[in-house]
């Protein structure tokens, strides 16, 4: 993959790259929309990732090449406030850049960059992370600036907040960052602490993708983003000082319940039970005898709970999801990502063989008329310059 990379840069401009970073696409194991709400999530960062080759340049222009059929960009370290097109993938390098600079660096050096991946795009996996922080690695390969990997962290996810326009949480970059082989990221995203916890022996990860996307998928998403909002606010009055949705207990949630509309209410509960779902995973992974099955519960749980309370899943993943239960090597599923179509996440023993992945997309296509997409993913290491 690596030389793969380096062959397209220098196919594309006619030198070496000085340097070649790697960033992965992450799964949410579980952990649905609670990030922006200072919540907890858990994460494994797979074996699927975007490699960024790139050289430094004699002059400000940024040059951007990347083999998926995007459109090749032309750009300059002086003209980040002028944006490019809306949807165009030159605001993910070009907003990684603005965000240094916003940090009070001046990166003095134009660059070439050449995107190589093997990441499906828009397909739950967060493509959009794992290009943020292996731009921002190979950017600052010659002079990290005192950055260490949470604040590039943090600098990505500013990039795709506030330079692509997309308000997601920490949980996509956090992954994408903190992830090894073998264990889950474990995301504090108040505190904004990562740490690890070992993925039990022997279980493998399934990514079910139901090729639909609702079109109204990014303002659905900044939807639910503000109705937490509005869920928050009438929390604080309850107990001034949270700082969070996450941080209303959830013994008192009955006392919202004449306080908020239905369907914002709807949207608190699912908050609160979905972030004390990930604490009690986190526990039992802990715990010296894992029970796989209790944890699988509370993936299908969570999915319960983002189809009925937070509203963000499709007959397609429902269908996915209804289908892998009845597999007895399927610990548990759930739709991952921001939901509104996209992904269903399953985890299984290593009994689940590609024969029964393949009984669920005939039964999909027969419901659908389209296969989903379906990649068997391992677990493994975050960002690194190769
Ligand atoms: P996800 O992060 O779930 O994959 P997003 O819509 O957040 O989906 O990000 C996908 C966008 O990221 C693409 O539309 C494209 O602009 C950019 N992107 C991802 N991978 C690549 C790539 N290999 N080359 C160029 N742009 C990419
Ligand atoms: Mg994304």
Redesign the pocket.
């Known amino acids: 993959m690596v030389e793969q990379a380096q062959d397209f840069f220098r196919e594309s401009f006619y030198n070496d790259p000085a340097v070649v970073a790697y960033a992965p696409g992450r799964i949410e194991f579980v952990g649905n929309h609670t990030d922006y709400n200072g919540g907890k999530v858990l994460g494994i960062a797979i074996q699927q990732g ?1 490699y960024c080759a790139l050289s430094y340049r004699n002059d400000r222009k940024v040059l951007g090449v ?3 059929g ?1 459109p090749t960009f032309t750009s300059s370290l002086d003209d980040l406030e002028t944006l490019s097109e809306d ?3 030159s ?2 390098p070009l907003g990684v850049v603005w965000a240094i600079q916003k940090k009070g660096i001046k990166l003095e050096r134009g660059f070439n960059l050449a ?1 190589f ?1 093997n ?13 943020e922080l292996s731009i921002a690695y190979a950017v600052l390969a010659d002079e990290k600036h005192g950055f260490s990997k949470k604040d590039l962290v943090k600098i990505c996810m500013y990039a795709e907040n506030n330079y692509v326009g ?1 308000p997601c949480g920490i949980l ?1 970059q956090g992954v994408s960052g903190f992830g090894r082989e073998d264990q889950l990221v474990y995301i504090d995203c108040k505190t904004e602490s990562f740490s690890n916890v070992g993925i039990p022996q022997g279980t493998h990860f399934w990514i079910f993708n139901s090729n639909t996307q609702h079109s109204l998928t990014d303002s659905l998403y900044s939807e639910r983003f503000s109705e937490c909002a509005e869920g928050l606010k009438v929390a604080e009055g309850f107990r001034p000082g949270i700082e969070c949705l996450a941080d209303f207990p959830l013994s008192k949630l009955d006392s919202l319940a004449d306080h908020l509309s239905r369907k914002i209410y709807k949207r608190v509960k699912h908050v609160l039970y979905e972030n004390q779902r990930v604490n009690d995973v986190a526990r039992h992974l802990l715990s010296d005898s894992v029970d796989l099955r209790t944890i699988g519960n509370f993936l299908y749980d969570s999915h319960e709970s983002s189809r009925n309370l937070f509203d963000n899943s499709t007959k397609e993943l429902d269908f996915l999801v209804s289908h892998l239960r009845e597999i007895k090597s399927v610990y548990g599923a759930r739709l991952t ?1 921001g939901g509104f179509g996209g992904a269903v996440m399953a985890w299984t023993s290593i009994d689940f063989k590609k024969s029964d992945a393949a009984i669920i997309s005939k039964l999909y296509e027969a419901a659908f008329d389209h296969p989903p997409r379906i990649l068997h993913c391992k677990s493994g290491d975050g960002v690194h310059l190769i």
């Open positions: 975007i990347s083999l998926d995007e949807g165009h993938w605001r993910y995107i991946s990441l499906p795009m828009g397909a739950g996996l967060s493509s959009s992370a794992a290009l997309v996509d990502g």
